[in-house]
């Protein structure tokens, strides 16, 4: 599952044939407000972000909701705005807020009643009539260890979440730990240089995960790109890796617009 951070990267991945994505909240604050993950960007914004993104495409969008941004009702009205939008899925985690990316030093989670607070108040609103699936993350194994993190999880489960996230294990027998332990699907989040060992999709599989995320992977590609280009340019160059001007306006849609615009003729 390749993340994205705009409309224009699920527009891409939807077209390379991927079933699904997911808004990432480290990308969308990076390239909504160049900023680090660290409970900086509103829900507001990140709900305008998805609302762009669900309408550029038609597989399922997963989407970031950090904290919940509040107490259980915000929680609550961040799940119904979520599903409102048309996400599938929402995270909700269990760190302090402000929050911070889940593979950098500093984080902390919040004790293990406001985490239940939190996701009982999300599988609340899906089953009060919100369409929408609840992933439950925790953060709990680096600074309280893997028990607290499969307990959390294992309450978490029981509570109604549909999808279970135990962020940044630090090796390949954490990760079969964890899946061992857990019930239900898991996803595992797969981030270059971060904490948690990058395994391949199919031995994420027979160790029990059901979803693999690449959370930074394009944001990474496309930065690498342009930092590239802007290279080339200060040297009155032309980037070398670019797509031709054809390509750029098949992917954002210019001959599926003059197609339909004729047909009102």
Same mark, same amino acid.
Request: with cysteine; charged share 35%; net charge positive.
């Given at each position: 599952m390749p993340c994205c951070f705009d409309a224009l990267s699920a527009r891409l991945i939807e077209q390379a044939g991927f079933p699904l994505t997911f808004m990432s909240g480290f990308a969308v604050?990076?390239?909504?407000? @160049?900023l680090p993950d660290t409970g900086l960007i509103s829900y507001g914004e990140m709900l305008d972000q +998805? %609302?762009? $993104?669900?309408? /550029?495409?038609k597989i399922p969008v997963l989407g970031d909701g950090d904290t919940g941004y509040g107490n259980p009702l915000n929680v609550r009205r961040t799940v119904a705005g979520y599903a409102a939008a048309g996400f599938a899925c929402i995270m909700i985690e269990d760190q302090?807020?402000?929050?911070?990316?889940?593979?950098?030093? +500093?984080? %902390?989670?919040? =004790?293990? !009643?406001? #985490? $239940? %607070? !939190?996701?009982? /108040? #999300?599988v609340d609103e899906r089953e009060a009539g919100s369409d929408i699936l609840i992933m439950a993350r925790s953060d709990a194994l680096h600074g309280h260890g893997i028990d607290e993190t499969i307990e959390r999880c294992r309450i978490f489960a029981d509570l109604g979440a =549909? $999808? &279970?996230?135990?962020? /940044?294990? !630090?090796?390949?027998r954490e990760m079969e730990q964890l899946c061992a332990a857990l019930p239900g699907p898991k996803m595992a989040n797969m981030l270059e240089q971060g904490d948690t060992p990058l395994l391949p999709p199919a031995e994420l599989e027979a160790i029990g995960f059901k979803i693999a995320a690449y959370p930074l992977t394009l944001l990474s590609? /496309?930065?690498?790109?342009? &930092? =590239? @280009? &802007?290279?080339? &340019?200060?040297? @009155?160059?032309?980037?070398p890796r670019m797509l031709d001007f054809a390509e750029l306006r098949g992917i954002v849609g210019f001959e599926d617009y003059d197609q339909t615009l004729q047909g009102y003729d």
């Open positions: 604050s990076a390239a909504r407000l @160049g +998805g %609302r762009n $993104i669900r309408q /550029a495409v302090e807020s402000p929050k911070r990316c889940g593979h950098t030093r +500093g984080k %902390r989670v919040v =004790d293990r !009643r406001e #985490a $239940i %607070r !939190r996701i009982r /108040a #999300a =549909d $999808i &279970l996230f135990p962020e /940044a294990p !630090r090796s390949r590609s /496309a930065m690498r790109a342009m &930092l =590239d @280009g &802007l290279e080339a &340019l200060k040297r @009155g160059e032309t980037p």
